[in-house]
């Protein structure tokens, strides 16, 4: 069992939060920092502080994730994701540690017909999605023996995400309009952290050329956007609550500063064969996920009772978050 104790780089993130609190279930001593003491983009006097904190191994939970935004903060997204991600995998090394990067589905174009492996070119479309491959690269060129998880269309009771944004528009519209023409892995952030602190603690016992290498991790499954509403729309009317009209559309019918891809389906039978973690079917994670909302209030914390979230205008907010995951 660890004794010294995990770092989490980021603490505010969706799949942080979800870290910070199986980690407690689970008795295992984490760090999470954040900025400002844990600013990936200044990454002014980093490895002074890791080093006191001596981890037993570092998982990286921070990024930049606005995906439209970074269509205009091309050099923001590349400081965070290819900089700041490589900073820390440097330090890693020189502590001899393992590090757990986390990566997306985005650094593929969408061209492929199936669903895309370890094996496959990546050619991201946008910018978001060139920073997070040119992090892959400095990754694992600072920290040869690195973990590099790729998720798919991650959502959780906190922060901005498809579910929780598809909620709120159940509060104040009278239809909702989805695209039907973009495909992928619903990933539960619970499942993944799950998954990623099983790997983290793997990676600190065993022989670490093992779990070296790029690996994908989503949710069992696949469906379109339009489709993830629907079960949404079916599960909260199941509650007896009220939902909206749901309107299918395509990608044209619903312009946005950075291209999607079509097709970002994940194939995770590496990650089953190496690991042999499989994460649950989407529809089964989803259910967990909206019995859990319905004991948080709207900023994602645990409450007693479910308050009124505030508005969004349209769907895509909930493909990206709208700021750093720091």
Known sequence: MMVQPILIAGRNGQLA??????????????????????????????????????????????????????????????????????????????????????????????????????????????????????GEAAVLAAHPLATVI??????????????????????????VRVVRDQHGNPTSAFDLADAVLRIAERSAMDDRRATAGIFHLAGQGETNWHDFAQAIFCERSRRGARIPALEAITTEEFPTAARRPRNS???????????????????????????????TDAEGNRAGRRQRNAPLSDHARGQQAVASDL
């Open 150 to 175: 790729r998720c798919s269309w991650l959502y959780s009771p906190y922060g901005s995400n498809f579910v929780r944004t598809m909620l709120r528009l159940c509060e104040t519209q009278q239809t």
């Open 17 to 134: 939060r979800c870290l910070r609190e199986l980690a407690a279930m689970r008795g295992l001593p984490v760090v999470a920092l954040g900025r400002p003491e844990l600013d990936l983009e200044s990454r002014a006097g980093i490895d002074k502080l890791i080093a006191s904190i001596a981890p037993s191994a570092i998982i990286n939970a921070a990024a930049y994730t606005a995906v439209d935004q970074a269509e205009s903060e091309t050099a923001k997204a590349f400081s965070v994701n290819r900089d700041g991600a490589a900073a820390l995998a440097d330090i890693a090394w020189q502590m001899n540690i393992p590090l757990i990067h986390h990566s997306t589905d985005y650094v593929f174009d969408g061209s492929k017909p199936d669903a895309y492996d370890e094996s496959d070119i990546p050619a991201p479309l946008n910018a978001y999605g060139a920073s997070k491959l040119a």
């Open 265 to 295: 389906r994940l194939d995770s039978s590496k990650a089953e064969r190496v690991f042999g973690i499989r994460l649950a079917p989407w529809r089964h994670a989803l259910k967990a996920c909206l019995e859990q909302l319905g004991e």
